[in-house]
T-cell receptor, first 112, second 112 residues
């Protein structure tokens, strides 16, 4: 089955700096890669996703890059703000599989 | 109902008791999922359903059962609860297999 590894497990940055979180996956059939943000005590919510037919996608301060050859994808947050502090999860899924596989999460802390 | 809901919000349960967690979505999504999230850990898939009438096992199915009699509802049953099942349980749904998952607000379950 699919295996997703996420690094780092914790990340602390100064407000205004950039943050990068990386995930690797094992199943070459995976073709959908979402990123979720989970604030303390809340449910996970999608912030950005990418499909295997594109290499990069951007939405304001958030971007995701995908390297299918190397089987890794990354979340980039620029100009970080204190409200970006949360746990971020990556996931990988294939159209043929009935389930997503999630990474273990990264706790991002943005210090004012 | 708007989106995906779960009930109860929280529950304290004696070991050995039977418990059903309810999940309902009104988005007419085909796929539904149950995850558990333990303190400081990621999301682990318990069971999933790609469409009404079908279910599948996730990473940690033991001690849990599900049914999918219709599109909207996906209840999770603990036949005989044990303390190791203390966790936060999230239900989620998606239109298709490789689409965004929308999470419910979660049920916090404590088994004593």
């Amino acid at each position: 089955g699919e295996n997703v590894e996420q690094h780092p497990s914790t990340l602390s940055v100064q407000e205004g700096d950039s943050a990068v979180i990386k995930c690797t996956y094992s199943d070459s059939a995976s073709n959908y890669f979402p990123w979720y943000k989970q604030e303390l005590g809340k449910r996970p919510q999608l912030i950005i996703d990418i499909r295997s037919n594109v290499g990069e996608k951007k939405d304001q301060r958030i971007a995701v890059t995908l390297n299918k050859t190397a089987k890794h994808f990354s979340l980039h947050i620029t100009e970080t703000q204190p409200e970006d502090s949360a746990v971020y999860f990556c996931a990988a899924k294939s159209t043929n599989a009935g389930k997503s596989t999630f990474g273990d999460g990264t706790t991002l802390t943005v210090k004012p | 109902i708007a989106g995906i809901t779960q009930a109860p919000t929280s529950q304290i349960l004696a070991a050995g008791r039977r418990m059903t967690l309810r999940c309902t979505q009104d988005m007419r999504h085909n796929a539904m999922y149950w995850y558990r999230q333990d303190l400081g850990l990621g999301l682990r898939l318990i069971h999933y359903s790609n469409t009404a009438g079908t279910t599948g096992k996730g990473e940690v199915p033991d001690g849990y059962s599900v049914s999918r009699a219709n599109t909207d509802d996906f209840p999770l049953t603990l036949a005989s609860a044990v303390p190791s099942q203390t966790s936060v349980y999230f239900c989620a749904s998606s239109q298709g297999r490789a689409d965004t998952q929308y999470f419910g607000p979660g049920t916090r379950l404590t088994v004593l």
